[in-house]
């Protein structure tokens, strides 16, 4: 089959399950559609916006994890132009239906602009996602070592315990693959051999960086304050909904819906994350009503950061063209 029609096989497959399981939670929760227009009425729009400013503050971050990476190599790109390319970057990942993602979005714009060679700049960004999970992944053991398993149901937890070591493992196979020997295996396996080449760049990106430990630890904490700033808007959507989930609550709940909602089989997560939202509040004690409400404020967030996203890109491209004119 030839690669393109794949891709956009595969496009359209995402788009089906996005409509598929947005469509399931509103089925399954019709009754409680019913109940969002009094939650709206009351929410607390103070606390809302400052829940807005912290989850938009979150995604810039991004950027100025990215500015470490690059520089650490010698590359100085503006603060602002990163930050414009992150927006666009989430509006390609979140309302845009096409097989160019978010992150390659921004691969290609640097390379097109600045020249920065496109294998380099993907694998900075890549070690900057890497990062991301790494540090959301510390926030939920220690809310998990905290006590947050008690809210869970045994299934639950069980797939959690389960889940912990393999992640982890996987984290260390990836970051030292030829000491397990995975670079032999992928070029065994058939199944596997379409990897082998990222993993080992990867690998060969991680050694370049081992000897910039003050930029990696720099970049690690901007994975840690993006984080906690998004710990921090969820625990203000929280209170805005008079939800009455304790603020470590929401270092267990995030890391979760992030890590389920990035599995690629729909368009920008959206279906898939806000269904793990609804039901991991719901394993904390809160009503179906007002966890629904929440996941469909964290949507119309994320639209709106993408919209913004959006604006920039146009009015870049409108700036550009009229240069280019000039």
């Not at 929410?43 to 994890?65: D, P, T």
């Not at 097989?99 to 097109?112: C, L, N, Q, S, V």
């Not at 920065?116 to 999970?133: A, D, M, Q, T």
């Amino acid at each position: 089959m030839d690669k393109n029609i794949k891709r956009y096989l595969l496009l359209a497959a995402r788009i089906i399950f996005s409509v598929g399981l947005f469509s399931v939670l509103i089925i399954l929760n019709l009754k409680n559609l019913e109940s969002i227009p009094e939650l709206l009425k009351n929410l607390n729009l103070a606390f809302a916006l400052i829940g807005v400013l912290f989850y938009f503050l979150g995604v810039a971050l991004e950027s100025l994890r990215w500015h470490v990476l690059l520089t650490a190599h010698k590359i100085f790109i503006p603060h602002s132009y990163l930050l414009n390319s992150v927006l666009i970057g989430f509006f390609y990942s979140t309302l845009l239906p096409t097989t160019i993602g978010g992150d390659a979005y921004r691969g290609i714009d640097m390379h097109r602009t600045f020249k920065i060679p496109l294998h380099e700049n993907v694998l900075s960004i890549y070690l900057g996602r890497f990062l991301g999970i790494i540090s959301g992944l510390i926030f939920l053991i220690i809310s998990f070592c905290l006590g947050m398993y008690k809210y869970l149901n045994i299934s639950f937890t069980i797939g959690l315990i389960i889940m912990f070591p393999i992640v982890v493992f996987l984290i260390i196979i990836t970051v030292i693959p030829k000491k397990f020997k995975i670079d032999i295996l992928f070029g065994k396996v058939k199944f596997l051999k379409r990897f082998s080449g990222s993993v080992l760049e990867f690998s060969h990106v991680l050694d370049n960086y081992k000897y910039k430990g003050k930029s990696l630890a720099i970049s690690f904490i901007y994975s840690l304050l993006g984080n906690l700033s998004t710990f921090v808007s969820f625990y203000f959507i929280g209170i805005a909904l008079k939800i009455s989930v304790s603020f470590l609550s929401y270092l267990f709940i995030i890391p979760v819906t992030w890590t389920i909602s990035n599995i690629p089989i729909t368009v920008g997560g959206i279906g898939i994350r806000e269904n793990t939202l609804v039901l991991l509040l719901k394993e904390f004690g809160i009503s179906s009503a007002s966890a629904l409400t929440f996941s469909l404020i964290v949507l119309i967030i994320n639209i709106f950061i993408a919209v913004l996203g959006g604006f920039i890109y146009i009015v870049r491209n409108a700036t550009y063209k009229h240069k280019k004119k000039i």
